[in-house]
């Protein structure tokens, strides 16, 4: 209840920004002076409304071990989506359209990354998890999978693969851990632990 919550909050904000953004371009409605108000308390808000999804949807059962995750692909999308942004803020900054206001949403989102990366890094809400018969991985995005959906598990060249029946594949960079023997330790009693031996295949 409480990640859907986190979600909604975060996503009605957002409409409440692009709409204040359109009535203040298309219409006369809300003035300069007004809109850098609005528009500096709802950014604000939804900037701490990122970080609070952020922390939401990284929790887990308490006492559950935390191996802390973050790959370099994690850096790179979010790199990317930072630069995508404020490139497409700049060029409406600079158009000669009245749209070129639109372009503090850009910066806006851009500026928001940047922030929730960090707090993702500071307060390690990117991990794995060995959560009694699922595993999770907090990244980009939550992904989760059961050890009965699992139809092999595979481990090479520091990658470790867990494939399940449906073909989707969660792929995890162990040698990125800090703690790569004390999750490799963990991951091997998980796979006792839910009799899944049989689903290890070996180099």
């Known amino acids: 209840m409480n990640s859907l919550f986190s979600i909604l909050f975060k996503n009605i ?3 409440a920004l692009i709409t204040v953004s359109l009535v203040f371009v298309f219409t006369k409605y ?4 007004e809109v850098r108000f609005i528009f500096l308390g709802l950014g604000l808000l939804f900037v701490l409304a990122s970080c ?10 308490k006492n559950t071990r935390k191996f802390i995750y973050f790959p370099d692909g994690f850096v790179a999308k979010r790199v990317i989506k930072i630069i995508s942004f404020i490139c497409i803020g700049v060029l409406l900054y600079y ?3 009245i749209i070129k206001y639109l372009a503090f949403l850009c910066f806006l989102i851009a500026f928001t990354e940047i922030v929730v990366t960090i707090w993702r890094k500071v307060k390690d809400l990117c991990f794995v998890a060995l959560e009694d ?10 992904d989760t999978t059961s050890a009965k959906e ?11 693969y867990f494939v ?9 960079r162990t040698d990125m851990m800090p703690e790569n023997k004390e ?11 839910n009799q899944l031996l049989d689903k290890v295949v070996k180099d």
């Open 13 to 15: 904000i957002l409409l």
């Open 30 to 33: 809300i003035g300069y002076k």
């Open 52 to 61: 609070f999804e952020a922390y939401v949807l990284s929790q887990v059962k």
């Open 95 to 97: 158009s000669e359209s």
């Open 133 to 142: 018969n699922v595993i999770i991985v907090s990244t980009n995005k939550i």
């Open 150 to 160: 699992i139809q092999k598990i595979e481990a090479r060249h520091g990658l470790t």
């Open 164 to 172: 399940n029946y449906n073909k989707k594949t969660i792929t995890l």
């Open 183 to 193: 999750f490799n330790v963990a991951l091997d009693n998980w796979i006792v632990s």
